[in-house]
């Protein structure tokens, strides 16, 4: 494949024909913030907070979704660019409850981490506010509609899984949200609980019930450990506070995020100091049950004992 040869910045870089802008800046080494881009999806375009300015071109196109040219000159720092991501910002912030303090997300969030790089504190825009009651209704994810900035990464995750895709947006407009079928709270949907939503969410909108409380992201270790429970051999963070594993999360995008049911759970049940106890729904509520039933061996455990 032939190549491009751009100037980004000032850096003059070489890419293979059909590279977007934004893995042109990567491979130089230069910073532009992405919402809804994820390596491992189609591109998508919906946030534009990657926008950069290239001459010739009157608007802000989205580096994730333009590609390279052969001689373009590209800016990502220019002040048409720097204040577009900011009103990005400010109409993100203007519907976001902004509860850092006690947000589980707090120190790994990309909202936050932009909005402190651009030094965007308030939002200029002030209109009605979301009021989504959060979904709390399952043992696993806890979806809250409130912080979701509709980048649609865990909509397009989701449409990769086998027999899922049990999300899409619905309503309109301002009433736009990410929701089930009838927009059922996830209890009642379809979902397995994989988490690989919960993985690409960039912002505090879906986390893993499981590991809520349990510390903040500057006091949790990420260990990587290879999952044996395949051939494909993927590699998983084991989740380490004060020297006690209390979860098992997908790696970062880019990394090779692994992402299966199997291999994350499984890796909790091995690792875990205080591993999930088995729940299972039953008239429609999630219980806890023992082991023998929830691995549907109950009955031949109670066979042996009577032959005993
Ligand atoms: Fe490029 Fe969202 S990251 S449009």
Known sequence: MSNVTLTIDGIKVAVPRGTTVLD???????????????????????????????????????????????????????????????????????????????????GNCRLQDYCFYYGVKESSFNGIRKNHPIDDSNPYIIRDHNKCILCGRCIR?????????????????FNTKVATAMDMPLAESECVYCGRCVAVCPVGALMFKPLKGKGRAFEIEKRPVTCTFCENGCTFDLNVK??????????????????CLKGRLGLELKYCDEPPKPMLKKNGEFVQVPWAEALEIKDLINKIIELD
Do not use: W
């Open 24 to 106: 042109a800046a990567t491979k130089a080494g230069i910073f532009i913030p992405t919402l809804c881009h994820d390596p491992n999806l189609e591109k998508y375009g919906a946030c534009r907070i990657c926008v950069v300015e290239i001459k010739g071109m009157r608007n802000l196109p989205a580096s994730c979704c333009t590609d390279a040219a052969e001689g373009m000159e590209v800016y990502t720092k220019s002040e048409a660019v720097i204040e577009a991501r900011k009103t990005i910002l400010e109409l993100l912030l203007a519907n976001h409850p902004r509860d850092c303090l006690t947000c589980e997300k707090n």
């Open 157 to 173: 995750t989701c449409a990769q899984v086998k027999e899922r895709s049990i999300i899409d947006f619905a309503y309109r407009g």
């Open 242 to 259: 004060d020297g006690k594993v209390i979860g098992v999360t997908p790696r970062e995008p880019g990394e090779g995020r692994p992402l």
